[in-house]
């Protein structure tokens, strides 16, 4: 079939997903190491329930991470794996310090509003190309992660 990739959808579309979903590999990546880090370094008030609250966090976006490669790799395209890359691409910078669980916990609210605002993009154009596949991956993420911010946003009193 011309124009079409290995899984019957059109190339040039493809591409763009896949251009799109490299991008949100590199941010769900630094937003992967930036909560080992506030799990790492935690200290003070509430930190034996956010101690456990971010291991389950960075287990969750590890399954996340490897599902969104292997979409790449699904639509025919090399999936980004330095972190050097991920650095230059990414909206979600490096913490530069762990202060308390509050602070980390409104960095991570802020991680997932750039986590969703990217998903609902590439669920609107794996939509309208018919991809299936990566449809069901980002409206499984969206709704697992709008309860998130509910409970995030909760334990801050918002």
Do not use: C, P
Not at 67 to 84: D, F, N, P, V
């Amino acid at each position: 079939m011309k124009d079409k990739n290995a899984i019957g959808l059109d190339e040039g579309k493809s591409k763009e997903l896949a251009s799109k979903l490299s991008d949100l590999l590199a941010n769900y990546s630094v937003f992967y190491q930036n909560t080992r880090g506030y799990h790492w370094n935690l200290k003070g008030e509430k930190f034996f329930e956010l101690h456990v609250k971010f291991e389950e966090l960075y287990n969750d976006l590890i399954i996340k991470i490897d599902a969104i490669a292997e979409r790449i790799r699904t639509l025919g395209y090399k999936a980004e794996y330095r972190y050097t890359e991920y650095l230059k691409i990414s909206d979600i910078k490096e913490t530069d310090s762990v202060k308390d669980g509050f602070h980390s916990v409104k960095e991570i609210l802020k991680a997932l509003q750039i986590i969703l605002s990217k998903q609902r993009v590439i669920l609107e154009l794996s939509e309208k190309i018919n991809d299936e596949g990566t449809n069901s991956l980002m409206s499984d993420y969206i709704r697992e992660q709008e309860k998130l911010v509910w409970m995030y946003s909760s334990f801050l009193n918002k």
